[in-house]
């Protein structure tokens, strides 16, 4: 049961510049999740954004969620090279009654040096 | 520093072997949950348990079987690999479910069925 859709699916910039990746999801959600997983590895949570929220910063990272559209945003700002890796958004299920997420297929991001 | 391990990062077994995927946390969460990843498919859901002994199917659970016997260990298994069955599997862990309620996640195993 695929929920949210990430857009783009591979994204490459120059270091320096911003990255935007886009979800867009099909019900009504709690809250939706940012994570990052580099290459090979487990994925690791970025930020919580609350559907009673609009936009929730955390260091180069800002959120937006736009409940009506059914959409939310991650940019990155002054992306580096250590930023390279699969951001992947993920929306409560059930209404989240056991904690399960619904995760999208993932942004690809390239940054190069 | 919270922590969730998995027993092995790559594993080859053979088709018709048993495999046993163990996973363990030490943040003393209710939830624990296994994924597989593909590419082009995204994480999957196969299982996921909410307290000792309980188990719920996920969107894939066909071929799979899970344990849990002791809150901090989730055991995925498969009772008779097929090659179907290669993918990177993801274990992961969360408190109960309230307002918050990341998941945080182990390494992940490469499993290659032959």
């Known amino acids: 049961s695929q929920q949210g859709e990430e857009d783009p699916q591979a994204l490459s910039i120059q270091e320096g510049e911003n990255a935007t990746m886009n979800c867009s999801y099909k019900?009504?959600?709690?809250?939706l999740q940012w994570y990052r997983q580099n290459s090979g590895r487990g994925l690791v949570h970025l930020i919580l954004i609350r559907s009673n929220e609009r936009e929730k910063h955390s260091g180069r990272l800002r959120v937006t969620l736009d409940t009506s559209k059914k959409s939310s945003s991650l940019l990155i700002t002054a992306s580096r090279a250590a930023d390279t890796a699969s951001y992947f958004c993920?929306?409560?299920?059930?209404?989240?009654?056991?904690?399960?997420?619904?995760f999208g297929k993932g942004t690809k991001l390239s940054v190069k040096p | 520093d919270v922590k969730v391990t998995q027993s092995s990062r790559y594993l080859v077994k053979r088709t018709g072997e048993k495999v046993f995927l163990e996973c363990v946390q030490d943040?003393?969460?209710?939830?624990m949950f296994w994924y597989r990843q593909d590419p082009g498919l995204g994480l999957r859901l196969i299982y996921f348990s909410y307290d000792v002994k309980m188990k719920e199917k996920g969107d894939i659970p066909e071929g799979y079987s899970v344990s849990r016997e002791k809150k901090e260990r989730f055991s995925l298994i498969l009772e008779s690999a097929s090659t179907n069955q290669t993918s990177m599997y993801l274990c992961?862990?969360?408190?109960?479910?309230?307002?918050?309620?990341?998941?945080?996640f182990g390494p992940g195993t490469r499993l290659t069925v032959t």
């Open positions: 943040m003393d969460h209710e939830n």
């Open positions: 993920a929306t409560d299920a059930d209404g989240g009654s056991q904690g399960n997420l619904i």
């Open positions: 019900t009504s959600i709690n809250n």
């Open positions: 992961a862990s969360s408190p109960v479910p309230g307002l918050v309620y990341e998941q945080y």
